[in-house]
């Protein structure tokens, strides 16, 4: 619950809108993310699961410094 | 009312604005203290002012009302007339547009992140567009995606993609949709050709409304970070900024774009008419103008050159942004345009009528100027003189006003189609009308034409 405090969003990104993003920088960046994330989604679709996205790849207190 | 909290101000849990016996605050809550100490510490905010970008602010002494949550107190210098999007011409919300796309790249270079992209956020400033949320940044975290996405394609992309591609008469639709345009409207009207390939379009607008339509009750992604390198959330921004840069519009084709230059004043009456407005102005002496009807700002100009702050406002969207980018290209200060219908000025919109303010509300204001406009009022719209000068006295306590008679060439045209309802349209109507709530302080017959201008004092 650490990156509550570090985090101020206060937007609701949307999940439409976050898809398209990882599109949109898929298109002009690298697709891995993008496959991952669709990987995921159709093998739990024929394993029958609940699709759970991809862990984060830090931890919370693992921000960026510049 | 001696303090209050700035009725817009709501959204953000970071602080909030206020104003305490007239002055402007803006309070840091402890919920944003360690994005605030991280956008100081890392010269994001030094960087960001010294570039023009964002509005400079002092940390004050000043005792906050729920000092349990308050971390700092600012004090923002003031921006001197707030606009809305719906209200800017499309080179303006263009221009709002790439500087929070540019804002947002150079927070990421300091490891912050815009956490929005309201273009209500943007405001004007000497012809430049300047982010007046100083809390508007976040610390990035590896991995994340912009939680201002989809804000950005609502309050900027859409408007100016409709604007651009359709008609531009869409820039007044933010009116309506305060949160932007809905995606999903925008990619119902623009044209086909914007839905192939892999254009900004397509992707950032119709791909965009598609997915949020299927994903609009799923809480497929729950955690925003591991989805994104910084490198491909930077790429992202960039072709964002692409989008946005090839969508133009040309000034052309409206009703008032090329009104000097159609009409038979010759330079020699404008220069005159010029220097009749600027004395005018000299006798009064005020601090602030509204130029109502200014079309591209030509007499507008008469009170920003002496050092005046001069709103200079038009129904007209291609004279507005004639005279925006003509403020732009020579560096022009004290002016803002403004896309405004006087017949139908901004409400005030949003949560109980009061996140935006009504064009009234912005006022009063020292002076009017009211050019060539009157006849448009009363004969075009049918307001009674009375009306016009009842509206004036309440928004300004001098008045520049051109009286254009019936048998000038412009007024003839008006009329041309239409029944002579207008029996007090006459110099001697105009007076007794005005003279009821304003002073006749000087009168100025225009030399080779028919009309006279007035300067006005309210009573």
């Known amino acids: 619950m650490h990156h509550i405090l570090l985090n101020t969003r206060y937007l609701d990104p949307g999940s439409g809108s976050l898809l398209v993003q990882l599109i949109a920088a898929g298109l002009v960046g690298g697709f891995g993310i993008l496959a991952k994330v669709f990987w995921g989604r159709i093998r739990a679709f024929f394993k029958g699961e609940k699709y759970e996205p991809p862990a984060p790849e830090t931890d919370d207190d693992d921000l960026d410094e510049a | 009312m001696n303090e209050a909290r700035v009725s817009s101000s709501f959204r953000d849990p970071s602080g909030f ?174 044209p086909v050709k914007t839905r192939f390939g892999l254009s900004g379009l397509n992707i950032h607008i119709h791909m965009h409304a598609r997915v949020q339509r299927e994903y609009a009750d799923k809480p497929t992604i729950q955690n925003n970070t591991g989805l994104l390198t910084k490198e491909s959330l930077l790429n992202m921004l960039k072709g964002l900024t692409q989008t946005v840069e090839k969508l133009t519009w040309q000034p052309k084709g409206t009703e008032w774009g090329d009104y000097y230059s159609a009409t038979n004043y010759s330079d020699d009456s404008l220069r005159l008419k010029g220097e009749v407005v600027g004395s005018f102005i000299d006798q009064a002496k005020p601090a602030k103008v509204w130029d109502l009807g200014a079309n591209n700002g030509l007499f507008s100009r008469e009170a920003a050159r002496r050092g005046i ?93 051109e009286f254009v008679p019936k048998n000038d060439s412009q007024v003839k045209r008006l009329l041309a189609t239409r029944k002579d309802i207008f029996d007090h349209y006459t110099e001697e109507g105009f007076e007794a009308a005005f003279s009821r709530v304003f002073k006749i302080a000087a009168k100025h017959p225009l030399a080779g034409s028919e009309r006279t201008l007035y300067l006005l004092k309210k009573k």
């Open chain 2, 17 to 190: 604005l206020f104003t305490r016996k007239g002055v402007l605050y803006r309070q840091v809550n402890q919920f944003g203290a360690k994005a605030y100490d991280k956008f100081i510490s890392t010269g994001l905010y030094e960087e960001l002012t010294q570039r023009g970008w964002l509005v400079a602010h002092k940390e004050v002494e000043v005792k906050a009302d729920n000092p349990e949550i308050a971390y700092r107190i600012l004090q923002p210098d003031l921006v001197p007339f707030i606009s809305y999007p719906y209200e800017w011409s499309f080179s303006q919300l263009k221009d709002a547009a790439l500087l929070t796309l540019e804002i947002n790249r150079l927070a990421l270079s300091k490891g912050m992140i815009l956490k929005d992209a309201s273009a209500y956020n943007i405001q004007f400033v000497d012809g430049k567009p300047l982010l007046i949320d100083t809390l508007s940044f976040d610390i990035y975290r590896k991995g994340s995606a912009w939680d201002g996405y989809r804000q950005f394609c609502q309050h900027f992309l859409a408007p100016l993609a409709l604007a651009s591609l359709v008609d531009v008469r869409f820039m007044l639709l933010s009116k309506n949709y305060i949160d932007g345009i809905p995606l999903d409207l925008a990619s119902r009207l623009l």
């Open chain 2, 309 to 401: 702050f001069t709103v200079a406002s038009d129904i007209d969207p291609a004279a507005v942004e004639k005279n925006y980018l003509t403020i732009k290209a020579n560096q022009e200060k004290n002016l803002m345009p403004l896309v405004m219908d006087l017949t139908n000025p901004s409400p005030s919109i949003g949560w109980a009528n009061q996140e935006r303010d009504a064009f009234n509300a912005r006022g009063p204001v020292d002076m009017i100027l009211a050019l060539a406009l009157i006849h448009h009022l009363a004969i075009s719209n049918n307001l009674p003189l009375d009306t016009i000068a009842d509206y004036f006295a309440s928004i300004s306590n001098w008045a520049v006003v």
